[in-house]
């Protein structure tokens, strides 16, 4: 009687064990992984490392849209995407919104997606390669090597109609950005150390002459005000023209600490950048990124690998589409 009762008592741990493994086993194999290509496509990461290199060679401005690009993705709802779906008669991209003011090159995450389609066809996603090419961008710009995961399937439809929603708006106060970084995980230093990406770049002046016209913000450094006026001399800037600031007139091309430094001497361009700098919750975090490039680097890859691991199509989900800036049931 006991010998039975113990049989059934091990019987039922056995069942409760494979089943928990099973189930384990089922959703490791439907997330997000390290080297997840590596049986199935085992260069995907060397030639996006490639193509991205050789990109930057011959158009240095596009380490500044991988970075963007996964921002913008990422942040609205999910890393799958979506940003580069063009538009159709049923849908807008969000590529097309005012929000995505600015925003360029989409053509080369294309051109990045042919080279894997000759080495493996139908098995490496969009939304990958974005994630990818913004790691390999920020390496570009002298910024960090990132441990990523991979395993991300694409999106079929763009979300345009809810980017307000959830992308922060560098006008907005500094209590909503915080929010907005915080619902997926991401705290204060993490929000500070993603910001300093306006490190490298440039800010059109439609978005910052409020600051200039009809009075000069007394915020700003006066002597960082000059050359503002002087590269953004109309209240209404022609959007059609090419006119801008560079983020950071010491070192525009790289990423950097330098930021921090500007935004504590009043040269932020943005409203948002001044907040940083002065609120009670970040201005901490800022002063301390100021000092050490080291911590602004070890928070800003984690505040990255949070954002790219933000709400991802795995498993069945989604699709692996054909072109980037189309859903495969429109081939």
Same mark, same amino acid.
């Given at each position: 009687?006991?010998?039975?009762?113990?049989?059934?008592?091990?019987?039922?741990?056995?069942?409760?064990?494979?089943?928990?493994?099973?189930?384990?086993?089922?959703?490791?194999?439907?997330?997000?992984?390290?080297?997840?290509?590596?049986?199935?496509?085992?260069?995907?990461?060397?030639?996006?490392?490639?193509?991205?290199?050789?990109?930057?060679?011959?158009?240095?401005?596009?380490?500044?849209?991988?970075?963007?690009?996964?921002?913008?993705?990422?942040?609205?709802?999910?890393?799958?995407?979506?940003?580069?779906?063009?538009?159709?008669?049923?849908?807008?991209?969000?590529?097309?919104?005012?929000?995505?003011?600015?925003?360029?090159?989409?053509?080369?995450?294309?051109?990045?997606?042919?080279?894997?389609?000759? @080495?493996?066809?139908? #098995? %490496?996603?969009?939304?990958?390669?974005?994630?990818?090419?913004?790691?390999? $961008?920020? =390496?570009? +710009?002298?910024?960090?090597?990132?441990?990523?995961?991979?395993?991300?399937?694409?999106?079929?439809?763009?979300?345009?109609?809810?980017?307000?929603?959830?992308?922060?708006?560098?006008? @907005?106060?500094?209590? #909503? %950005?915080?929010?907005?970084?915080?619902?997926?995980?991401?705290?204060?230093? $993490?929000? =500070?150390? +993603?910001?300093?990406?306006?490190?490298?770049?440039?800010?059109?002046?439609?978005?910052?002459?409020?600051?200039?016209?009809?009075?000069?913000?007394?915020?700003?450094?006066?002597?960082?005000?000059?050359?503002?006026?002087?590269?953004?001399?109309?209240?209404?800037?022609?959007?059609?023209?090419?006119?801008? =600031?560079?983020?950071?007139?010491?070192?525009?091309?790289?990423?950097?600490?330098?930021?921090?430094?500007?935004?504590?001497?009043?040269?932020?361009?943005?409203?948002?950048?001044?907040?940083?700098?002065?609120?009670?919750?970040?201005?901490?975090?800022?002063?301390?990124?100021?000092?050490?490039?080291?911590?602004?680097?070890?928070?800003?890859?984690?505040?990255?690998?949070?954002?790219?691991?933000?709400?991802?199509?795995?498993?069945?989900?989604?699709?692996?589409?054909?072109?980037?800036?189309?859903?495969?049931?429109?081939?």
């Amino acid at each position: 009687m006991i010998m039975s009762s113990i049989s059934k008592a091990l019987f039922f741990f056995a069942i409760l064990s494979f089943s928990s493994f099973s189930a384990f086993a089922e959703n490791e194999g439907h997330g997000l992984a390290m080297n997840y290509y590596r049986d199935s496509c085992p260069q995907a990461e060397e030639i996006i490392k490639e193509q991205v290199q050789l990109l930057y060679k011959r158009h240095k401005n596009t380490a500044f849209s991988w970075l963007r690009n996964i921002f913008h993705d990422c942040f609205v709802e999910s890393c799958d995407a979506s940003l580069l779906l063009d538009s159709t008669r049923r849908m807008l991209s969000e590529k097309e919104t005012d929000r995505s003011f600015g925003m360029r090159n989409f053509r080369y995450i294309e051109t990045i997606k042919e080279a894997l389609e000759r @080495e493996c066809p139908g #098995v %490496v996603s969009c939304a990958d390669i974005l994630v990818l090419s913004a790691r390999d $961008g920020i =390496v570009s +710009l002298g910024g960090p090597y990132i441990p990523l995961k991979t395993g991300r399937r694409d999106g079929r439809k763009s979300r345009a109609e809810i980017l307000e929603q959830h992308l922060p708006d560098h006008n @907005e106060s500094l209590s #909503v %950005v915080l929010d907005r970084f915080a619902n997926m995980g991401i705290d204060a230093p $993490g929000v =500070v150390a +993603l910001l300093g990406a306006h490190s490298v770049g440039r800010t059109h002046c439609v978005k910052l002459v409020h600051r200039l016209y009809p009075e000069v913000d007394p915020a700003l450094n006066p002597s960082h005000v000059e050359h503002m006026l002087h590269k953004c001399p109309d209240p209404i800037p022609d959007p059609k023209a090419v006119q801008y =600031v560079r983020n950071d007139r010491g070192t525009p091309m790289k990423l950097d600490n330098n930021y921090y430094r500007n935004i504590l001497d009043n040269k932020g361009l943005l409203i948002v950048d001044h907040q940083l700098a002065t609120d009670k919750r970040t201005k901490p975090f800022v002063k301390k990124m100021a000092k050490s490039q080291d911590y602004f680097f070890k928070e800003f890859g984690r505040a990255i690998t949070v954002l790219s691991e933000n709400n991802p199509l795995t498993g069945t989900k989604g699709e692996i589409r054909k072109q980037c800036y189309l859903a495969n049931k429109l081939h």
